[in-house]
């Protein structure tokens, strides 16, 4: 075999990887879609931007045990005879070598109601399943933890990580910036 015919098994070899890399991808819903799994259909939906001061990062970072990627924080809030019925927040995020974007959703008073998948790149063993999710539901801040109630997936250790992450993120962003104060 002359150097040629290796250069181009090698390229043809790679080209294959790739496709079959990209194949892996799965997007589940679109950003439309997504809000209509979040909300019910009667439930206007507003973006709210949040420029959290840096003390206000700080705490919600010691909150979250997480830190924030960014000081804009975007929430979409469901909105019913101009009462808010909840927040949902977007978030994307590398689990071990390719992205992964949740939705996440808080009830009114800030309790986690649902997580969704939107998309995941990674293989598809690495996804925790739907099940995983709904033990993530309506736990307080501190029972978003591996040391609590909810254990990591065999085998999808890091995504399940990365979702438990965005799950407090959200809550703690909540109890910081939304929580209405006590009187």
């Given amino acids: 075999m002359n150097i040629f015919s290796l250069i181009r098994s090698s390229i043809a070899l790679i080209a294959l990887l790739t496709a079959a890399s990209s194949a892996l991808a799965t997007v589940y819903y679109s950003k439309a879609e997504a809000l209509k799994l979040a909300f019910a259909e009667d439930v206007s939906v507003e973006v709210l931007s949040l420029f959290p001061t840096p003390e206000q990062v700080l705490e919600i970072e010691r909150l979250a045990k997480v830190k924030l990627d960014s000081s804009l924080i975007s929430l979409h809030v469901g909105k019913k005879q101009g009462q808010i019925v909840g927040y ?7 689990v071990r070598t390719q992205p992964e974007t949740l939705l996440l959703v808080l ?18 063993e690495y996804q925790p399943p739907e099940r995983w999710f709904a033990l993530l539901t309506n736990r307080s801040l501190e029972e978003l933890s591996f040391d609590k109630e909810v254990q990591a997936v065999a085998g999808a250790t890091l995504s399940s990580r990365a979702a438990l992450n965005s799950a407090r993120k959200l809550v703690a962003i909540f109890e910081v910036l939304l929580k209405p104060a006590k009187p």
């Fill in 88 to 94: 949902a927040m977007i978030e994307s995020h590398t």
């Fill in 107 to 124: 009830n009114a008073d800030g309790r986690l109601r649902n997580v969704y998948t939107l998309a995941f790149h990674e293989p598809t």
